[in-house]
């Protein structure tokens, strides 16, 4: 016998307000990821959007082999690619309007050059050189965020401070399946379907948070079904499929700017590179699991579909290959020269108004640098 089933026990009456939602039904995902490419509907698809989709592909992959190659040439301190994902990040960056906002993670350089960052200021971060190599305000694009997950509930304060506003913007932020183990995660997500502010959510389950699995990081179905506890409609799609993500997420953006509250998506992808440079990732996978997801290649499945509408010859994909290789070529001769760094900028846009540690800390170093230029001075003339 429980408590309640005790005779005389209390039975509280809860007030009508207790359930904010009655029916889960409309918030569940899919059972299988959504997919597009290769059937009918994808024959009635905007076709230079396709091309587009395409072109920026094909650049996207070239950026993330060329950006790792300059990691082992010393010109990067590290590089996590996004080599196999180029769909998820691409069709982020195109869902959204010049206005709204992109927040994305450490892996999301690509999104943010798709997004109009230039290609080695999208890599400053990663080389060292300073906070963030861009002005997220002329972008809109947020600094790259490497703690995981902390940029979420960042996009839900703009979010919903743009709601307050009258603003018609929208922020979707941009995290992988281990960011959502985190606290930043949850609070992230319970706040915007509070608010209801207009934020979309899109997760890029990769298979792995760097070394571990999804299955031991979650029991739930899927990451999408995740949002049914927070009160907001969960999308599970085929992160290779570049046309399905970029309609689930042009479908969540419009939803968040029409006044509907956010969407949480997951993307199904794969990490076909090691988690970064620093990683072996022959000590937690096989590379036959990696060999059956090359043949799920974004790009692969985007080139088969065009060529299928006739949308796509070999000179339109030579021009792709060759755009993409100019582009390669910049970056490398650009990344390849010093950069002229003053010690200073350290303590520049970290406070609108400095602190006074700040003050202190950066009148110590200017009087160090003095001192060794002095030195420096002193030994030239003997």
Same mark, same amino acid.
């Given at each position: 016998?429980?408590?309640?089933?005790?005779?005389?026990?209390?039975?509280?009456?809860?007030?009508?307000?207790?359930?904010?939602?009655?029916?889960?039904?409309?918030?569940?995902?899919?059972?299988?990821?959504?997919?597009?490419?290769?059937?009918?509907?994808?024959?009635?698809?905007?076709?230079?959007?396709?091309?587009?989709?395409?072109?920026?592909?094909?650049?996207?992959?070239?950026?993330?082999?060329?950006?790792?190659?300059?990691?082992?040439?010393?010109?990067?301190?590290?590089?996590?690619?996004?080599?196999?994902?180029?769909?998820?990040?691409?069709?982020?960056?195109?869902?959204?309007?010049?206005?709204?906002?992109?927040?994305?993670?450490?892996?999301?350089?690509?999104?943010?050059?798709?997004?109009?960052?230039?290609?080695?200021?999208?890599?400053?971060?990663?080389?060292?050189?300073?906070?963030?190599?861009?002005?997220?305000?002329?972008?809109?694009?947020?600094?790259?965020?490497?703690?995981?997950?902390?940029?979420?509930?960042?996009?839900?304060?703009?979010?919903?401070?743009?709601?307050?506003?009258?603003?018609?913007?929208?922020?979707?932020?941009?995290?992988?399946?281990?960011?959502?183990?985190?606290?930043?995660?949850?609070?992230?997500?319970?706040?915007?379907?509070?608010?209801?502010?207009?934020?979309?959510?899109?997760?890029?389950?990769?298979?792995?948070?760097?070394?571990?699995?999804?299955?031991?990081?979650?029991?739930?179905?899927?990451?999408?079904?995740?949002?049914?506890?927070?009160?907001?409609?969960?999308?599970?799609?085929?992160?290779?499929?570049?046309?399905?993500?970029?309609?689930?997420?042009?479908?969540?953006?419009?939803?968040?700017?029409?006044?509907?509250?956010?969407?949480?998506?997951?993307?199904?992808?794969?990490?076909?590179?090691?988690?970064?440079?620093?990683?072996?990732?022959?000590?937690?996978?096989?590379?036959?699991?990696?060999?059956?997801?090359?043949?799920?290649?974004?790009?692969?499945?985007?080139?088969?579909?065009?060529?299928?509408?006739?949308?796509?010859?070999?000179?339109?994909?030579?021009?792709? @290959? =060759?755009? !993409? *290789?100019?582009?390669? $070529?910049? &970056?490398? +001769?650009?990344?390849?020269? %010093?950069?002229?760094?003053?010690?200073?900028?350290?303590?520049?846009?970290?406070?609108?108004?400095?602190?006074?540690?700040? @003050? =202190?800390? !950066? *009148?110590?170093?200017? $009087?160090? &640098?003095? +001192?060794?230029?002095?030195? %420096?001075?002193?030994?030239?003339?003997?």
């Amino acid at each position: 016998m429980t408590v309640l089933e005790q005779p005389g026990s209390y039975h509280p009456v809860p007030p009508p307000s207790w359930r904010p939602r009655v029916d889960p039904a409309p918030l569940l995902p899919d059972e299988e990821p959504y997919r597009l490419l290769g059937t009918s509907a994808a024959r009635t698809a905007d076709p230079g959007l396709l091309q587009r989709l395409h072109a920026e592909l094909v650049r996207g992959r070239r950026y993330n082999t060329q950006a790792t190659a300059l990691t082992r040439q010393g010109r990067l301190a590290v590089y996590p690619s996004s080599t196999g994902q180029e769909a998820c990040q691409v069709a982020a960056a195109l869902a959204l309007e010049e206005r709204d906002w992109l927040f994305p993670s450490y892996r999301d350089t690509l999104a943010a050059v798709a997004r109009g960052i230039d290609p080695v200021q999208a890599l400053t971060l990663l080389r060292g050189d300073w906070h963030t190599g861009y002005d997220p305000y002329a972008h809109r694009v947020a600094p790259l965020c490497t703690p995981l997950a902390t940029q979420l509930p960042h996009a839900v304060g703009l979010a919903h401070a743009a709601r307050l506003k009258g603003d018609d913007v929208v922020a979707l932020a941009m995290v992988g399946d281990g960011g959502t183990s985190e606290g930043d995660f949850h609070e992230a997500l319970n706040f915007a379907a509070v608010w209801q502010a207009p934020v979309v959510f899109l997760v890029q389950n990769n298979g792995f948070a760097i070394s571990v699995p999804l299955a031991k990081q979650t029991a739930a179905p899927s990451l999408a079904h995740k949002a049914i506890g927070y009160g907001m409609p969960g999308r599970l799609v085929d992160g290779n499929d570049a046309l399905a993500v970029h309609e689930v997420l042009d479908q969540a953006v419009r939803h968040a700017r029409a006044g509907g509250g956010p969407t949480l998506v997951e993307a199904v992808t794969y990490r076909i590179e090691a988690h970064t440079n620093a990683d072996d990732a022959t000590r937690y996978r096989p590379e036959s699991e990696v060999e059956e997801w090359r043949a799920h290649d974004p790009i692969a499945l985007l080139e088969r579909e065009l060529r299928d509408q006739g949308l796509l010859d070999d000179a339109t994909a030579e021009a792709a @290959r =060759e755009a !993409a *290789e100019r582009m390669a $070529a910049d &970056l490398r +001769a650009r990344m390849n020269q %010093d950069p002229a760094l003053d010690p200073m900028d350290l303590f520049a846009h970290v406070y609108a108004e400095p602190t006074r540690q700040l @003050r =202190e800390q !950066a *009148e110590q170093l200017r $009087a160090e &640098l003095d +001192a060794a230029g002095h030195e %420096d001075e002193g030994e030239g003339r003997q």
